[in-house]
């Protein structure tokens, strides 16, 4: 289809850097390959930094670069605040020349979102990743009450203005409900697939992805547990490390693998390992694509999922549940609304706990592979890619898109037009 010819059924709205490695542009991906699959021709707005990805159908378009505002970090912050006003302005233009039928709003963007719907009279979707006002308090970003409680009137106003509400938690779908979002308004979609993320051949800001981790060669003498992901503060990289210290003596060929993390936070963990005498056993790889983290889980002897907080299911759980290996997990609200004992081993966020658990896996492996086996055919019979289809195309016909194509598992053919753009 020429570029001429061409006209999107649905505006994306994503700010965030699209694509980087990280959680909520990994949801945003997923969302949109899905949903491109299904027939959904789509203009994905979305900040400048990050990379184009390949999806037939799917059309990115990017604001204006502003380097002294990059990089963007995790969470609200003032940086996101001036790209938000850029982002609402090229919303705005979009909608003028475009008059989409379907905008679908990832996170903050609802609430301009939800102010230019009675103007456009599209049907919007929210995508609601996370409560807004709970992150503003999680991040530090802000103490004030009378903010917060902004926040929480806004983001009341567009759960109840929109035409379709998606949540990726119980905890979120919970909230959700309370609010008074109608249950057949209501759509709980984990992100709970990871194929390869397709990225497309002309990156506008390639992202940078350490190569170290091809050097990690798996062995059966060499029991290797495996962290991919963040090294955000809240994610306890720091506490596997020093859990890790306590059962080296007794699994003196264990092996930690810690993939993820900027150069600065990798630096810092790397202090953590020197400092408990672990250099030699605590491998960094640095950021890993998709592909290379999907092969550290499946070779690992066991995964790592050691947050501290939080209400959110990670999207690294699915993965983990999927690989057939066994997961150590902490017992937090983030995990235990997905999993429970018969699934991994829930430890307590301590460094004492997850090395127990640590011990628990490598002791005991007939143990480990029961769960590890049960926590497979739990992926498989509520998570794996059918039913996120199915979720999709629900979704889809609750919103009157009746145009939906039948889905397949292996990716369409062909190149999607990736390119950066201003609506004129």
């Known amino acids: 289809m020429s570029q001429t010819k061409r006209r999107a059924d649905m505006l994306v709205v994503a700010p965030h850097p699209f694509f980087t490695p990280r959680g909520t542009p990994f949801s945003v991906y997923y969302r949109t390959l899905v949903l491109a699959e299904a027939g959904v021709q789509i203009d994905l707005l979305t900040y400048h930094p990050g990379q184009d990805v390949d999806i037939p159908g799917v059309r990115i378009v990017r604001i204006p670069r502003i380097g002294f505002l990059e ?24 909608l003028i020349r475009h008059r989409y039928g379907l905008v679908h709003a990832h996170e903050e963007s609802v609430f301009w979102c939800r102010a230019l719907k009675p103007f456009f009279r599209f049907r919007l979707i929210y995508d609601m990743h996370s409560s807004l006002p709970q992150q503003l308090e999680n991040f530090g970003f802000t103490k004030s009450k ?28 919970d909230y959700a409900l309370q609010q008074g ?8 979609i984990e992100n709970s697939i990871f194929d390869d993320v397709r990225l497309a ?9 350490d190569s170290d981790a091809e050097d990690v060669v798996f062995s059966a003498d060499i029991p290797t547990m ?51 005498g672990l250099s030699d056993q605590c491998v960094f790889t640095g950021r890993v694509s998709k592909t290379t983290a999907l092969r550290l889980n499946r070779e690992a002897d066991a995964l790592l999922s050691p947050r501290i907080d939080g209400t959110n299911t990670p999207l ?24 429970d004992d018969d699934y991994c081993f829930l430890v307590e966020p301590t460094p004492d706990s997850i090395a127990e658990g640590m011990c628990a896996v490598l002791d005991n492996p007939e143990e480990a592979g029961r769960r590890a086996s049960n926590a497979r055919a739990l992926y498989d019979q509520k998570y794996a890619r ?12 609750a919103v009157g898109f009746r145009d939906a194509t039948p889905m397949t598992h292996t990716p369409e053919e062909g190149q999607a037009e990736a390119v950066s753009s201003r609506p004129e």
């Open 71 to 94: 990089p963007v970090p995790v969470g609200p912050s003032v940086k996101k605040l001036f790209l938000d006003v850029f982002v609402l302005f090229w919303t705005i233009g979009m």
């Open 146 to 173: 009378i903010l917060i409680g902004i926040f929480r009137f806004l983001e009341d106003s567009c759960l109840k203005a929109a035409d379709a509400v998606i949540t990726i938690c119980p905890d979120l779908r």
């Open 181 to 188: 979002v109608p249950e057949d308004k209501h759509f709980l």
């Open 201 to 209: 051949a002309s990156p506008s800001a390639p992202v940078a992805v």
């Open 226 to 276: 495996v962290y991919a992901g963040t090294f955000e503060k809240y994610q306890g990289i720091d506490r596997v490390i020093k859990a890790f210290a306590q059962i080296t003596d007794r699994h003196k060929q264990a092996r930690l693998v810690l993939a993820g993390g900027t150069p600065e936070q990798v630096a810092a963990m790397k202090a953590v390992a020197a400092d408990a």
């Open 316 to 339: 690294k759980v699915y993965e983990q549940l999927a690989s057939g290996k066994p997961l150590i997990a902490t017992r937090i609200w983030s995990h235990t609304q997905v999993l």
């Open 386 to 397: 059918p039913i996120y289809e199915t979720k999709i195309r629900a979704l889809l016909s």
